[in-house]
């Protein structure tokens, strides 16, 4: 049994109100819901929530869901959706503030042993990154670090798969110029 039909057997068993298989559903998809969480919002204790937020969501609404196979792209959604509604909060919270201190957004990169060399390259991709819209750069932290295709993208994120593909298209172009202004 591949992973695919594996999960929709859980799903339909943690539908009948197997808890087990929907601690299996967790275990299997945890990794990929922490990552795309965690360079959505660039803060591991946001990440977390938000990814608990989302499980809780889930498990609380898996009636609601229609078909088995569905699963992953809806839970993706789900976390798409609060860490949308988390950046909107924030942004809220940081406009009453009367100090805006600077965000660290990118995870350490690996260096080598070159602290000096990791920082720099820490720096180069948080600023190329920068240049790119909230949309584009869940699409990229998704095609990058959750490894998904255009299809399961484009269902996560309720968009059309040519047009993932356009857009992941055109923010390696805007990070590459960026990235091409600085070497």
């Given at each position: 049994m591949d992973e695919k039909e594996r999960m929709?057997?859980?799903?339909?068993q943690a539908r009948m109100g197997d808890a087990h298989s929907f601690a299996a559903l967790y275990e299997m998809?945890?990794?990929d819901l922490?990552?795309?969480?965690l360079y959505t919002?660039?803060?591991?204790?946001?990440a977390e929530n938000?990814?608990?937020?989302?499980?809780?969501?889930?498990?609380?609404?898996?009636?609601?869901?229609?078909?088995?196979?569905?699963?992953?792209?809806w839970i993706f959604k789900i976390l798409?959706?609060?860490?949308k509604r988390y950046l909107k909060d924030y942004v809220r919270r940081r406009e009453t503030q009367s100090a805006v201190p600077v965000e660290d957004m990118a995870e350490t990169l690996p260096t080598n042993g070159n602290v000096i060399q990791g920082a720099e390259n820490r720096t180069m991709i948080q600023d190329a990154f920068s240049v790119l819209n909230e949309e584009e750069k869940r699409i990229v932290t998704m095609t990058v670090y959750g490894q998904y295709d255009s299809?399961?993208?484009?269902?996560?994120?309720g968009i059309n798969r040519n047009t993932v593909r356009s857009k992941y298209s055109r923010a390696l172009l805007k990070m590459r110029?960026?990235?091409?202004?600085?070497?």
């Open positions: 929709k057997a859980l799903v339909s998809l945890y990794q922490y990552r795309a969480a919002l660039g803060n591991p204790d946001d938000v990814v608990s937020d989302t499980v809780m969501d889930a498990y609380s609404g898996l009636t609601k869901l229609r078909d088995d196979s569905a699963f992953r792209g798409d959706n609060k860490c299809g399961e993208i484009a269902t996560m994120m110029n960026r990235l091409g202004g600085q070497a």
